[in-house]
């Protein structure tokens, strides 16, 4: 029998594997946080709190140019000869499991341009040297710079030769937001700043502010180390909120968390939860885009994860139900200053909700006499600009000479207007009338209802016309359809002529 014969793994064309090791990164934003992110281990590593990492973008211009510049020790020329001759095998500051991505960073440089210069100086010498690489190529060129020399110790890394794509994405703009989604936790808590340079603007890159309720989670203690929350669950308002993944030195490991299956869904992807898990035992897929499944600390974080989703989402049901309340009220009151004004013209009714006892027109119904017609003719206030302008403007009682006789009833409602509220224990109707308490009471679990319910300009004008239908259905229990229907709309008119105008 023949044994089995070991062959040495070697690379057959290097130039081609280093080309394809700086084709990694799917984002250029990615390939050049790997710049910033060297930038930033240094000052870990240094044990410095508060440098400043400088970006500076010539997007336009015969050499088009990104330059990374931090003020950290800098690399002699043997550190400089050692990082090209030892690809894949440097370590990250305070992660001995995480090797070769500050070198597969400094090989980004080719998703961007095809011409890298890392030029460093280091504190005991006033040389200032250079490591030159090209795209694709599998030599580098370590020479004395004599042109672009240093004046204090640091590094700055230049890329040129840039690609036409990069020069349009890479914007003062999206590089700014980019980062600060990122590396926010880090630039929070003050390791380092970040400025990004392009012509004559500068912008510091600030953190974003949480906003909403901080969940009072407990960190978790395991063997890979602390998993620390800080979760914020806020109202829905159309933004879009995540939370992120930090792993070592505060940097984001992902942007959000509903990204892996495990956690695509509430409370992850509501958009109503935000802020960071820190973990610094979870790692990055070399390409940026994705977390590494790894048999270690992985599954430790999920479980983690799991175990709070409970807290996070009672809270988000809190928060829900009181923003709910708060609308409810907010929007009854406006409907009630609507009707107030409804009423004044149309002159018909002095309780836009009591029962329907006449037997004459007028007499307990929306059908008016000719007199009353004349009056619903009446110039209309001009409508409010938004709800806010509504609620200000202080609702008049309705006065009883506006009220035809007809329609009177013995004086026991004439005050009260119609107030609307969540339906405790709704059918399958849009909504209900309770003659006893005055209030039309809507189906939160309509279709229609959850249509609307994030636009409140909408819910507002949904709400008014619920109010509206009850309205005359209770006033005129004898109308036909064809009558009823006509009513029905001319209430529907005059109400939204005292709606706020929704932009």
Known sequence: MVAPEKVR????????????????????????????????????????????????????????????????????????????????????????????????????????????????????????WVLRLERGKATALL???????????????????????????????KVVDYLRSRRGPALARGDYEIEVVEGRSSEVVLPEKPDGIRLA??????????????????????????VAVVGRAGTSVIDDVSELEEFAHRPWDSDQVSGQIIFEAIQQTAGRRALLRDRDAFPVFVDAVKAIEPAVDQTLDRVNREVDAQTADRLSEAIRRIFNRVLKELADLDNPMRSATGSVEGAGALFSSSSTDNSSEQHAVPPPSDIEQLLDRPADPVKDDLVPDAARDDGSNTSRLPTVAPDPTPSEARSRFDPDDGIVYFNESHSDFLMVKESEGMLLDYLSTLVAKEYVVYNNPRGNPTEVGEELVRLLVRIRRHTPRRS
């Open 9 to 128: 793994l070697r690379i057959g064309n290097l130039a081609k594997a280093v080309l394809v090791s700086g084709q990694a990164y799917q984002d250029p934003k990615d390939a050049l946080n790997e710049f910033v992110s060297n930038s930033a281990d240094e000052y870990v590593e240094a044990g410095r709190r508060g440098e400043r990492i400088r970006i500076l973008l010539r997007r336009k211009g015969r050499y088009p140019m990104i330059a990374i510049d931090d003020v950290g020790r800098g690399m002699s020329p043997d550190r400089l000869r050692e990082v090209a001759r030892n690809l894949f095998e440097s370590s990250k500051a305070g992660d001995n499991r995480t090797l070769g991505e500050k070198a597969i960073g400094v090989l980004a440089f080719q998703q961007l341009g095809g011409r890298c210069e890392i030029v460093s100086r280091t504190e005991d010498n006033s040389e200032t």
């Open 217 to 242: 989670v407990p960190p978790r203690t395991t063997l890979w180390g602390r998993i620390e929350f800080a979760l914020y669950v806020a109202p829905a308002d159309g933004r879009r909120r995540r």
């Open 143 to 173: 020479e004395l710079e004599r042109r672009r020399t240093r004046s204090i110790p640091g590094t700055t890394v230049l890329l040129s030769d840039l690609d036409p794509d990069v020069t349009r994405i890479l914007t003062q703009r």
